[in-house]
């Protein structure tokens, strides 16, 4: 069963506008971990931020934040601001517990593309 | 110093051919793992290891055997290579329990591009 679900396979924002990037979830477990990744052309995986179950608040690292709404099981990655370094694949990726270690699934991804 | 290092970067070989691919992690973490990313660039996990032992063995073929010598090396063996087994694959770590204000996060290798020709 798909675990991480992006639907959008292509975004396109303006340089200084905000984007946001949706994230749905699947699970009946009630300890899991929320995760982001930008992937550029040049290839690495960079983590953005991360989400917690158990966490309160909606995560934020600089310019991004996390809209996290656990009813609807969803992880919003919300981007202000814009850049052109910005331009890049993003995945959502949850990490759910096993017995003998974690397991990490990940969505299948968004390709932003940040317009000068 | 890299904390997760793969090598090599670069692999361009013929169908039928063995290679390996070699990753190492620094970080102290229990589990390891394998992705592999295919041209429209989805993940797929391939293998987790957990201290040396395997705890995921996802739909591969058995021409791909993963190798855990120590629980900071985690091999990949490919044998018998064919065109459909040209990716980027990844090597990944991650802690098996979140310390406090950790965030457990999965931490990738640069990717090891792999071209069958």
């Known amino acids: 069963a798909q675990k991480i679900t992006q639907t959008q396979p292509g975004m396109f924002v303006q340089e200084k506008e905000a984007v946001t990037l949706d994230c749905t979830y699947d699970t009946s477990d009630p300890s899991y971990g929320l995760f982001w990744y930008k992937q550029p052309s040049s290839g690495e995986m960079i983590f953005l931020i991360y989400?917690?179950?158990?966490?309160?608040q909606n995560a934020t690292e600089g310019r991004y934040s996390l809209n996290f709404q656990k009813a609807r099981k969803s992880a919003n990655l919300v981007i202000s601001a814009s850049q052109l370094g910005d331009s890049a694949m993003y995945f959502c990726?949850?990490?759910?517990?096993?017995?003998?270690?974690?397991?990490?699934?990940f969505g299948t991804g968004t390709s932003l593309t940040v317009i000068p | 110093d890299t904390a997760v290092s793969q090598t090599p970067k670069y692999l361009v070989t013929q169908m039928g051919n063995d290679k390996s691919i070699k990753c190492e992690q620094n970080l102290g973490h229990d589990t390891m793992y394998w992705y592999k990313q295919d041209s429209k660039k989805f993940l797929k996990i391939m293998f987790s290891?957990?201290?040396?032992?395997?705890?995921i063995n996802e739909t591969v073929p058995n021409r791909f055997s993963p190798k855990s010598p120590d629980k900071a090396h985690l091999n990949l063996h490919i044998n018998s290579l064919e065109l459909g087994d040209s990716a980027v694959y990844f090597c990944?770590?991650?802690?098996?329990?979140?310390?406090?204000?950790?965030?457990?996060?999965?931490?990738f290798g640069e990717g090891s591009r792999l071209t069958v020709l």
């Open positions: 290891y957990n201290n040396k032992e395997l705890i």
């Open positions: 989400q917690g179950s158990y966490d309160q």
């Open positions: 990944a770590s991650s802690p098996r329990r979140v310390a406090g204000g950790g965030t457990g996060e999965l931490f």
């Open positions: 990726a949850m990490r759910a517990p096993m017995n003998t270690g974690n397991q990490f699934y």
